[in-house]
């Protein structure tokens, strides 16, 4: 939401200040000037991204109202891995088959919607316990494996961003090609009345000032507030994993999720006390 807040400020400063200098608002209402620039910009999009990073991008834009992974959300994650850790214990590793093969009927993960929803972590956690329960991976090549799912997840979220990044950084050269075609218009009615060409340069200006506009308050804080989304997110994937990792080596459950919980964002961390309580509940909820 705030990142909302923070375009109302950069729009509503400059229009602003353009009407503070008793500057006429329907002077910067160029429709032709927005067409190319618009038009040349989506033009480049499609050039250079595939469909499913087109997707990727609408879909991670979407994300700048939601704050990310809560602590409440963490919470929940070191939770239902101490449950699913203490299954493993009772019953052995056979006994997360059923949890594993089928999550959304598993009497453990339903209870947290926010993770089963989350395909990506569910197919990791589901994936990794696989290879858990079939045994013989030596906990070296079980975490590079992971790191490799990981590293493929970040680079695939992160094209996004990077995508945007470079229009950002084309807009400005595109508000100088619609300047430069104005200028064109211009040149052809400079037998006119200055008033007339006055207008036209006006209108050039216009394209460079949006460019410019949109590249440096629009566009590129966004795709910067995309690649903070993708940062803060991929923690709750090495969250997941180092409790996994843990596990795997042969800690307890309340051991394995301390593993996971030390490399939680300070701001976001739930306390020893917080998780030790909440794990209690669920034994006491049993």
Do not use: W
């Not at 699913?84 to 009772?90: G, H, I, M, P, Y």
Request: overall charge negative; charged content about 15%.
């Amino acid at each position: 939401m705030i990142a909302i807040i923070g375009l109302v400020v950069v729009l509503g400063s400059v229009i602003g200040g353009f009407l503070l200098a008793k500057g006429h608002l329907l002077v910067l209402y160029q429709p032709a000037e927005y067409l190319i620039i618009a038009g040349a910009a989506f033009g480049s999009l499609l050039v250079m991204a595939p469909l499913r990073i087109l997707k990727s991008i609408v879909a991670q834009l979407l994300k700048i109202l939601d704050s990310g992974p809560s602590r409440q959300t963490y919470t929940e994650l070191l939770v239902m891995m101490y449950e699913l850790f203490n299954v493993a214990r009772k019953d052995g590793l056979v006994g997360l088959e059923s949890h594993v093969e089928s999550p959304e009927k598993s009497s453990v993960i339903t209870k947290y919607p926010y993770f089963l929803k989350n395909h990506h972590a569910l197919d990791f956690l589901a994936d990794t316990m696989r290879l858990i329960i079939m045994g013989g991976i030596p906990e070296h090549d079980l975490e590079s494996m992971m790191d490799l799912d990981l590293e493929t997840h970040h680079h695939e979220q992160l094209q996004a961003s990077s995508t945007l990044q470079t229009i950002g950084d084309a807009l400005p050269g595109l508000g100088i090609v619609a300047a430069v075609l104005g200028v064109v218009i211009t040149m052809g009615a400079i037998g006119g009345p200055p008033e007339e060409i006055g207008h036209h340069v006006g209108a050039a200006l216009v394209g460079t000032f949006l460019g410019i506009l949109l590249s440096y308050g629009v566009v590129q804080p966004l795709a910067s507030n995309l690649r903070n989304i993708t940062e803060t997110e991929g923690k709750y994937y090495v969250c997941l994993k180092q409790a996994l990792l843990a596990f795997h080596k042969g800690f307890t459950a309340q051991i394995a999720v301390e593993f996971a919980r030390r490399v939680i964002s300070s701001e976001v961390r739930p306390s020893f006390i917080e998780v030790e309580d909440a794990c209690r509940a669920t034994k006491t909820a049993g």
